[in-house]
């Protein structure tokens, strides 16, 4: 294996007991402490770095498991993520043990971490992942919707538009799709698939899952999209079934109404619904 990892550029993973200079990817509970793994304990408790998305959330998290640690804590969120690069690769190449956490899951998975592990691949730095629980095959599990292929889209769009045209985009997709989702958003989300893929596709809305209000739901999207109006709380995973058969992919047509209004707000530098609200208040003149 030493001869084809050098022949070939490959770093090989670190074994569960070698000594320090690797990073670790260490998958955390989503919501039951007990979900985490003794790998992981030891992990924290060897380390020489701990870097985390939450430094505060990482300090409940020994508590609760008990870990003592003499690690140096790096705080390494997205605002942070490439000027922190240097410090770590520094650490790593002097032969530290670096482990990464984020506030749950999977470090990379629409959590920080891919910088790193790229700067890391591409400096020939060993890394390796302790496992661990995930939100998006945890839902795909409980969402009784068929997981033979699926792809996991991450947070869908904040900007109404943007979130459209994603969702138009994923219209013919015939593969189960995992969606990330903030409550207060949930609703709109909903209502936009259910434009986008039509409001019978069956879904399911995964809730705090692992956690002490875990709830999953299920039923189609316009079932789910009317449920949630009244609002929905906690950590939210949306798990769609995909197109059927003969579902044309691409986009919805455009609407030239609102091509229009967008238009018109654009070229006199109005509010697009200031200029929707004219245009219905002079039909009801009319």
Do not use: N
Request: aromatic residues 4%; contains cysteine; proline residues 7%.
């Amino acid at each position: 294996m030493g001869e084809h990892a050098r022949t070939t550029g490959e770093v090989p993973a670190r074994a569960v007991d070698a000594p320090g200079g690797v990073l670790v990817l260490a998958g955390t509970p989503i919501g039951e402490v007990r979900d985490a793994s003794p790998r992981l304990v030891a992990e924290l408790r060897r380390a020489d770095v701990i870097a985390a998305e939450d430094t505060r959330r990482l300090r409940r998290l020994l508590a609760e498991l008990d870990v003592r640690t003499t690690a140096r804590v790096v705080a390494y969120y997205d605002a942070v993520e490439r000027e922190r690069l240097p410090q770590l690769l520094a650490a790593l190449r002097a032969g530290e043990s670096v482990v990464l956490v984020t506030d749950a899951g999977m470090p990379s998975v629409s959590d920080p971490g891919y910088r790193l592990v790229a700067a890391c691949a591409a400096a020939e730095l060993p890394v390796t992942a302790v496992p661990g629980p995930s939100a998006v095959l945890t839902a795909l599990a409980l969402s009784a919707l068929p997981v033979d292929r699926f792809a996991f889209e991450g947070f869908a769009p904040r900007k109404a538009g943007e979130r459209t045209r994603a969702f138009a985009a994923l219209a013919g997709d015939p593969r189960t799709l995992v969606f990330f989702e903030a409550p207060h958003r949930l609703a709109a989300s909903l209502t936009a698939m259910g434009e986008a893929f039509g409001v019978d596709r069956p879904a399911a809305v995964c809730r705090e899952l692992t956690k002490r209000y875990e709830q999953v739901r299920r039923g189609s999207l316009g079932e789910l999209a009317a449920w949630a109006a009244d609002g929905v709380k906690g950590e939210i995973t949306v798990v769609v079934q995909g197109a059927p058969a003969g579902t044309a992919p691409g986009p919805a047509p455009a609407d030239p109404r609102k091509a229009a209004i967008a238009a018109a707000a654009a070229a006199f530098g109005l509010d697009k619904r200031a200029v929707y609200d004219a245009i219905v208040a002079a039909r009801r003149a009319d």
